[in-house]
């Protein structure tokens, strides 16, 4: 199961090996403070306007390598991914797994004082990240200028478990697993009722939101979006089906968000423009 699923974990050497001839790397640094690590990697100017990139279960801060690496985006955004809870080196004192969406979310609010530029921030939520990304927004709306979830899991009635799901539950099998796997596992069996904790959040959105969702997702189910056009209220909200894609959007479909993104940026300097 381990060989299985070191395809999913991007190990340190990787990242080494990628970014040794580019002339663009990101920084890295530790986020702590009495009671967490926060790790995170940015690029670009701290002037810019914070682009904000949560990960899925599993995951990591370097599963948006292709979005740090893009030069019209780092030209455009402080872009910074961050290892949530349980992830990389990124940990809450005391705590081996936090499976709470509140408190992965609260333990991001850190993240939010990187934010050097004169704007709000542009929050990306990919998969589990989706909903942590929502309550990251309910807990500082005044900070957010926009959210964007990408292949969402929020429906907490469609939440999808396979076959080797009940392995990783088995402590034995827990001794041969990366321990993002484990922490993954641990927020899959808790995910459906800490998404019915969130409810609440759905109808108080209202930053600009934009949901987007693969008809091919197997990892997400496709009806996630038909969920966030009925409790998001918001008329600020807009929501995009893309009938053959599949889960990883933030590739299949990357010059389509960063499309998304520079046109929001275009259109909040021309704001800015009108004001002055």
């Known amino acids: 199961m381990s060989s299985c699923f070191s395809r999913y974990i991007i190990s340190a050497k990787q990242v080494r ?11 890295t640094k530790l986020i702590e403070n009495d009671t967490l690590t926060l790790s995170v990697a940015s690029v670009g100017a701290d002037t810019l306007p914070m682009l904000l990139l949560i990960h899925g279960a599993p995951g990591s801060l370097w599963g948006y390598m292709n979005l740090l690496d893009d030069p019209d985006l780092q030209r455009q955004f402080h872009i910074v991914s961050v290892d949530r809870i349980g992830y990389g080196k ?3 004192k005391m705590r081996k797994f936090v499976t709470s969406i509140e408190q992965q979310a609260q333990a991001l609010l850190p993240v939010l004082a990187l934010n050097r530029s004169d704007e709000k921030v542009t929050i990306l939520g990919r998969s589990y990240g989706a909903p942590i990304a ?9 900070k957010v200028k926009e959210l964007i979830m990408v292949s969402p899991v929020i429906d907490p009635e469609k939440e999808r ?9 088995n402590s034995f099998v827990q001794l041969f697993l990366p321990g993002e796997f484990n922490t993954a596992t ?17 109808k108080s959105l209202d930053v600009r939101t934009t949901v987007i969702q693969g008809g091919n997702d197997w990892i997400g189910d496709p009806s996630n979006i038909e969920f966030a056009k009925k409790h998001i209220k918001s008329k600020r909200a807009q929501f995009i089906f893309l009938f053959n894609a599949g889960h990883m ?3 299949t479909h990357s010059d389509m968000i960063k499309e998304m993104l520079l046109r929001s940026r275009m259109f909040q300097d021309k704001i800015a423009v009108k004001m002055h």
């Open 186 to 202: 641990a927020e899959k069996y808790s995910h459906a009722e800490e998404l019915r904790k969130l409810m609440p959040v759905w």
């Open 161 to 169: 478990f396979y076959w080797f799901s009940k392995f990783g539950k």
């Open 249 to 251: 959007l933030t590739f």
């Open 90 to 92: 990124s940990r809450l």
């Open 17 to 27: 090996k990628h970014y040794a001839a580019k002339e663009v790397k990101p920084q």
């Open 134 to 142: 929502a309550q990251l927004v309910s807990l500082m709306p005044e």
